[in-house]
């Protein structure tokens, strides 16, 4: 993972943990003071909340504790595609795709940031430009063309 995504997870179990969880307690609380509980929906649907909340934090605390921070920006093989690499390549309709390959968490394919464990990040991993891959796809086989390879500058 990056140090901006494990950033990212450091900020949202601080978020539920420091704002979102004692706002449900409290409600679930002050339900639970009204009396008979299994019609209250104010309490059923605050404990559901606290229990999805508490599943996160588990997650995310297991998760902080395994993760191995990559910095991207030190690799010193440029020339190839590694993790944390941005890479552009070409489809066969001479259309050009810019991806970025990050940890698992830190995915968002809407903008172009790809899991290394992804079809189309393992098949670049370790090429060149100039390297052409085929890949399969949902409607079949692809050949594509690295065209540019790029890494962040590293972090102080």
Do not use: C
């Not at 909340?49 to 996160?56: A, K, T, V, W």
């Not at 940031?113 to 370790?126: C, D, E, M």
């Amino acid at each position: 993972m990056t140090a901006p995504g494990a950033a990212g997870l450091q900020a949202e179990l601080k978020r539920l943990w420091v704002e979102e969880r004692p706002k449900v307690v409290e409600i679930v609380s002050w339900a639970a003071s009204l009396g008979d509980r299994s019609e209250n929906a104010d309490y059923k649907y605050g404990k559901r909340r606290l229990h999805e909340i508490d599943r996160r934090v588990r997650f995310i605390t297991k998760r902080l504790e395994r993760v191995q921070v990559v910095d991207p920006g030190a690799q010193t093989r440029r020339d190839q595609v590694f993790f944390g690499a941005s890479v552009t390549y070409a489809r066969a309709d001479d259309s050009e795709i810019r991806i970025t390959i990050v940890g698992v968490d830190e995915a968002e394919p809407d903008l172009g940031r790809i899991s290394w464990v992804a079809p189309i990040a393992r098949a670049l991993l370790g090429k060149r430009v100039g390297d052409t891959v085929r890949l399969r796809t949902p409607a079949g086989m692809e050949e594509i063309e690295v065209m540019q390879i790029s890494y962040p500058d590293a972090t102080p």
